[in-house]
């Protein structure tokens, strides 16, 4: 079954750096989704993304936060200035249809120093 | 955040019984739910949705059972099996153009034991 993949499984970044997590969505998918994770809270929606631009996001991402898809295949979110809460577990997920339930990557762990 | 809420942190529940996992919504403009099982180390999993039209959805062992006047659904496992224990989580979302902005509960971590 297809997968959503997400590289790299672990990135660990000092404070002020930039990050890129990087996810290759289900080839015939047209909807991509960003979610975070928390240590002990909920997963959250960061950012939905269709038609080449954003459709919706949340107030968590704010001018720190990117989303590309560069190519046919990645889909990317940046962190252009890392903070120490910015540690999380990050999901990306995507689906065929906007009706149809998302698929999740197994997440890129980031931890800022 | 407490637009949707799993009360119950953990349910543990012998094989081949019932396991019924619940969950509580507060936001009316939601009208499309779902169950996710997520296992350590990997990515949530889709299980099973509901939209907000019907009250009933089964899928094998799976069935999600929607009292809207209630804003409470829940998850139903029968039999459960050994494999099954995980974390499950609920989400809601509302609709239209936001079907994937999904607003998940805290999950429940099931565990059945042979």
């Known amino acids: 079954e297809p997968e959503v993949t997400q590289t790299p499984s672990h990135q660990v970044t000092q404070m002020g750096q930039e990050v890129i997590l990087r996810c290759v969505p289900i080839s015939n998918h047209l909807y991509f989704y960003w979610y975070r994770q928390i240590l002990g809270q909920k997963v959250e929606f960061l950012v939905s993304f269709y038609n080449n631009e954003i459709s919706e996001k949340s107030e968590i991402f704010d001018d720190q936060f990117s989303v590309e898809r560069p190519d046919g295949s990645n889909f990317t979110l940046k962190i252009r200035s890392t903070k120490l809460e910015d540690s999380a577990m990050y999901f990306c997920?995507?689906?065929?249809?906007?009706?149809?339930?998302?698929?999740f990557g197994n997440g890129t762990r980031l931890t800022v120093t | 955040d407490q637009q949707v809420k799993q009360n119950s942190p953990s349910l543990s529940v012998q094989e081949g019984r019932i396991s019924i996992l619940n969950c509580d919504y507060t936001?009316?403009?939601?009208?499309?739910f779902l169950w996710y099982k997520k296992y350590p180390a990997e990515g949530p999993t889709f299980l099973i949705s509901i939209s907000s039209i019907k009250d009933k959805n089964e899928d094998g062992r799976f069935t999600v059972f929607l009292n809207k006047s209630a804003k409470h659904l829940s998850l139903h496992i029968v039999p459960s099996q050994p494999g099954d224990s995980a974390v499950y989580f609920c989400?809601?979302?509302?609709?239209?153009?936001?079907?994937?902005?999904?607003?998940f509960g805290q999950g429940t971590i099931l565990t059945v034991h042979p």
């Open positions: 997920a995507s689906t065929r249809q906007g009706t149809s339930p998302l698929h």
């Open positions: 989400a809601a979302s509302a609709g239209g153009t936001s079907y994937g902005k999904l607003t």
């Open positions: 936001n009316s403009m939601f009208d499309y």
